[in-house]
């Protein structure tokens, strides 16, 4: 099956550091990968869209100079955090979506980042 | 704008009984489909179960079904001989077709399966 790995699965840094969030299709190709930011015991709210060689599409309210998200190729996505502070804390889900569309299973979610910020 | 709605923000049930969660949505759209997806405590998202609007028979997986009424704009999961495994949120939400792919979510249902 369709495997997204998200990397790292922990951070833990201090207030003002650049965090960097790698979400990879390890065995498809995604034109398009989803960014998800959830807070405890809440649904997935989406924060942006990115397609592959093109600027993501954020969601309203989500600062762009904020969460930086970067789709180079067909099978990595980044989102970095900037200057992090703690109300940025929260758990960032990706997903992706394979390039060979399949109504049956339109997202493929990596198993998400926990980040803390002190 | 299309929605969606899980009015059970807890609920619970005894091991080896059967549970309702329940789901409606909002949309104009006469084609989409609809999945129920598992969050355990690991954070994992695992989908379910799935359907297409356009088939009128109510999906089955093993344990779980869904009871989906077009009509309602409902589309409620249920699960059969709960486990103690099952205890998770669970995520309903609707895909456009049509769309890039994206998933609107519900806000979720946190079920816990009691021994």
């Known amino acids: 099956g369709a495997v997204v790995s998200q990397h790292p699965s922990r951070v833990i840094c201090k207030s003002g550091t650049s965090v960097k969030i790698e979400c990879r299709s390890l065995?498809?190709?995604?034109?398009?990968m989803f960014w998800y930011r959830q807070f405890p015991k809440q649904s997935l709210m989406l924060m942006a869209t990115?397609?592959?060689?093109?600027?993501?599409?954020?969601e309203q309210g989500v600062e762009k100079d904020k969460f930086l998200i970067n789709h180079a190729s067909l099978t990595l996505s980044t989102l970095t955090v900037t200057s992090a502070h703690p109300e940025d804390s929260s758990f960032y889900i990706c997903s992706a979506r394979d390039i060979v569309w399949d109504r049956n299973q339109p997202q493929h979610f990596g198993d998400g980042t926990r980040l803390s910020i002190l | 704008a299309q929605t969606v709605t899980q009015s059970q923000p807890e609920m619970s049930v005894q091991e080896a009984e059967t549970v309702t969660l329940s789901c409606t949505y909002d949309?104009?759209?006469?084609?989409?489909?609809l999945f129920w997806y598992k969050q355990p405590p690991s954070r994992q998202m695992i989908l379910v179960i799935r359907?297409?609007?356009?088939?009128?028979q109510n999906a089955t997986e093993n344990r779980f079904s869904v009871n989906f009424q077009k009509a309602a704009k409902s589309f409620s999961l249920k699960i059969s001989d709960s486990q103690l495994g099952d205890t998770a949120m669970y995520f309903c939400a609707f895909n456009p077709a049509g769309s890039q792919g994206n998933l609107i979510f519900g806000k979720g249902t946190k079920l816990s399966v009691k021994p």
């Open positions: 065995d498809f190709q995604a034109t398009t």
């Open positions: 990115s397609n592959e060689g093109s600027k993501a599409t954020y």
């Open positions: 359907q297409e609007a356009y088939k009128q």
């Open positions: 949309t104009s759209e006469n084609n989409y489909y």
